[in-house]
């Protein structure tokens, strides 16, 4: 019988039970800090949200000084980015993309008109897209009065 050549006496590699202790040690390290970074996700998306709403609301100022009015409940927020044929004042587009009218949840913004003493509002629904809500399906609004 044929001895091995040294090269192949010398090597070393793992066994099967050192990769599983490996594998079970990287498992045990993933499941401890991937909460952690969904929670951080959770929050970014809701700072977010407050700097679309604050930049929103500044392109509303925006279209109320060059029209003289705010946009009307049928017109949307979508009136700050494609002009309404009635319009000659407008003077937009007043956000870059449609994407800036959609909240970090995939949903819409939606926008009040100022009704009596209470002002214009643009409205994140949060996570789940409807009114109401705690923790990530609370609403956003901007101004917060």
Known sequence: M???????????GYTLTELLV???????IAAAITPRIIGRLDSSKVEAARIQL??????????????????SPDEGLSV?????DNLPTWNGPYVRTASNLIDPWGNPFAFEPPNGDQPARIISYGADGAPGGSGQEADLVFPDV
């Open 2 to 12: 044929a001895r091995p050549p040294a090269a192949l006496k010398n090597q070393h």
């Open 54 to 71: 604050d930049t929103l609301s500044a392109s509303v100022d925006i279209y109320y000084i060059d029209n003289r009015r705010y946009p």
């Open 80 to 84: 700050l980015l494609t002009r309404p």
């Open 22 to 28: 490996v594998l079970v040690i990287l498992g045990l």
